[in-house]
């Protein structure tokens, strides 16, 4: 379509058609960096042609280009265009995308929301207006009095035995704390501190410690530690497994929820989980010796106390069913079970390595060398353990020094499979793997980065920097749903999460800065979904808990992502 008869077209147009957007247009509803690369993904043009790049009015073109054909779909790219504002993209015959902007430090909104979930998520505390918004909320849950279930009495702490544990995080739609998912969130959350501590120092996101000396990255995530600590039984050194009711909660707001708690068996994986957490914990604490004085040799002595408890129980699996016909009451909330915990041992023995410099936890890790390494997920953590070890190879004693180069090689393999096909795939990104659709995918999209950008650290490749990219455009909105799949953020995001509070508040908008689960073809759930092609299986629903939930544990690599982009930018594209 020739420039001059596109202005005049547009400029005939009547409002509601110049306002309406269409969902045929795919890309990032945030927006791109100025240098970065900027793709959208065509479903609704089925022949070649011209795209546009306009102003929001739809009026003034500022770019042309052509779309091309890629897999299955057309897109159109506009990296060319560098200029900071905010624009449309247009197709003739398919309409307009949403709107976006082009500018730098453009995730940086949407990386401190990810990170302000979790102020959202806190229990045992009022939520004030000052600082949630409308979504303040009465306090709920003060576990002061958490009772032993029987499934973990001991002669010290029989069964009924009253305990504190307050603090923590919810979990995800329900009002439970567990500690095998504070794991790996915790364990995320404090890699990307070490990562990157001025800039996460720089990061302020109007907590009620914003004020304070430590970074609110860190103050958010002492708010889950230190209920950590009071999961850890101080007689012998086990964890218990959760901090729970017996069945979840209605969908009532925190501070009408009544029933009973119990802290639940102490389990294998939750105290090497434990373990690893509180020897990262310590690295961290023994830098502000002023703000928390006393709190890294606490996290220290927790930590080893957790790797002695585990090494006399070994196999102390957390199975839910075989409690229950032993015991009452039943307890039906989530299980967090794992058979497999080589991967937690070695992350433990690897936090502990670091931290502690003992020989002898090198050697717990090292057989972890000689296996596959998988993305990161609550039940696979040996990830976090390579992620660690290549952060502070140049610091480490002479014994993990030969094994260096190992741990980058898998670190690179793991990077390499996770982009191996991205360009041919519909959306061309590095998501998007059939297998990579399941419950909580989205958290899966958001590890992969992380992956990539271990790889981009290591290597200083590009090509990884720029795969990380392609996977934060795809939770924005380059996907084949169409949504933005952080709450409150772009211009389609999901309205009816599984989230107790945005369904009891009363408020129409949910609860702002959650990641929801994202495509899952499982639909274990019962409720109507669109389809059933694996990357279209999500539906926007409250009862959707395997689409549509939030979880700690898929904010946590978002958070990162989001933040490492952020910090990476000038090195795009």
């Not at 509180?278 to 961290?284: E, G």
């Not at 549509?548 to 930018?569: G, R």
């Amino acid at each position: 379509m020739p420039l001059l008869l596109f202005v005049l077209l547009s400029s005939r147009a009547t409002p509601l058609q110049a306002q309406a957007a269409t969902d045929s247009i795919r890309l990032n509803q945030i927006g791109f960096y100025p240098r970065g690369p900027k793709l959208a993904v065509i479903t609704g043009a089925k022949k070649p042609g011209k795209f546009f790049v306009t102003t929001p009015d739809h009026r003034t073109p500022v770019f042309t280009g052509t779309l091309q054909l890629g897999k299955q779909l057309r897109t159109a790219d506009f990296s060319a265009f560098q200029t900071p504002g905010t624009y449309v993209l247009s197709v003739p015959g398919t309409g307009f995308s949403y709107p976006f902007q082009i500018r730098a430090r453009v995730h940086e909104a949407v990386a401190s929301a990810a990170l302000k979930s979790y102020y959202y998520q806190r229990a045992s505390t009022e939520l004030p207006a000052r600082y949630a918004g409308r979504w303040s909320r009465a306090a709920g849950h003060p576990d002061t009095r958490v009772l032993v279930h029987p499934s973990a009495a001991t002669t010290e702490r029989p069964a009924q035995t009253v305990l504190a544990a307050p603090r923590g995080w919810y979990d995800a739609g329900d009002y439970n704390k567990y500690v095998v998912n504070s794991g790996v969130t915790l364990g995320t959350l404090l890699s990307l501190y070490e990562e990157f501590p001025a800039y996460c120092a720089a990061r302020r996101t109007n907590i009620p410690e914003s004020a304070n000396d430590l970074p609110d990255l860190l103050d958010e995530a002492l708010w889950n530690l230190r209920w950590l600590l009071a999961m850890q039984d101080p007689l012998d050194g086990g964890v218990y497994h959760k901090l729970t009711n017996p069945a979840f909660d209605a969908f009532v707001m925190p501070a009408a929820a009544q029933a009973p708690r119990y802290v639940v068996q102490k389990s294998t994986a939750a105290t090497l989980d434990f373990a690893a957490v509180m020897a990262q914990a310590s690295r961290i604490a023994g830098g502000f010796p002023r703000q928390l004085p006393g709190l890294a040799d606490s996290c220290l002595r927790a930590a080893t106390q957790a790797w002695q408890w585990a090494q006399m129980h070994p196999q102390d699996y957390y199975r839910q069913n075989e409690i229950n016909t032993q015991t009452d009451p039943d307890i039906q909330t989530g299980e967090y079970s794992d058979d497999e915990l080589r991967d937690e041992r070695a992350w433990a023995a690897a936090e502990l390595f670091i931290t502690t410099r003992d020989a002898e936890y090198y050697k717990a890790f090292r057989p972890a060398l000689d296996r596959a390494l998988p993305l990161a997920s609550w039940a696979q953590v040996q990830a976090l353990a390579f992620y660690s070890l290549a952060r502070f190879r140049a610091q480490l004693p002479a014994v993990a020094r030969p094994d260096a180069d190992l741990i980058r090689l898998r670190l690179l393999t793991l990077a390499d499979t996770l982009i191996a096909g991205a360009a041919q795939r519909p959306y061309q990104t590095a998501m998007g793997r059939s297998t990579d659709f399941q419950w909580g995918s989205n958290g899966l999209a958001a590890n992969q980065g992380v992956a990539l950008l271990q790889a981009y650290r290591l290597s200083g490749k590009k090509a990884y920097l720029r795969s990380a990219l392609t996977n934060l455009d795809y939770l924005l909105g380059r996907n084949a749903t169409g949504y933005c799949f952080v709450t409150g953020y772009g211009t389609k995001s999901p309205r009816h999460p599984h989230h107790r509070p945005s369904e009891a508040d009363g408020i129409a908008e949910p609860v702002p800065s959650f990641l929801v689960g994202g495509p899952n073809p499982g639909q274990q759930d019962g409720c109507k979904y669109p389809s059933a092609r694996p990357e279209k299986s999500y539906t926007d629903l409250v009862c959707s808990y395997a689409s549509n939930e939030v979880a700690i544990n898929w904010s946590a690599p978002l958070v990162y992502l989001a933040f490492a982009i952020e910090a990476y930018q000038d090195a795009l594209p």
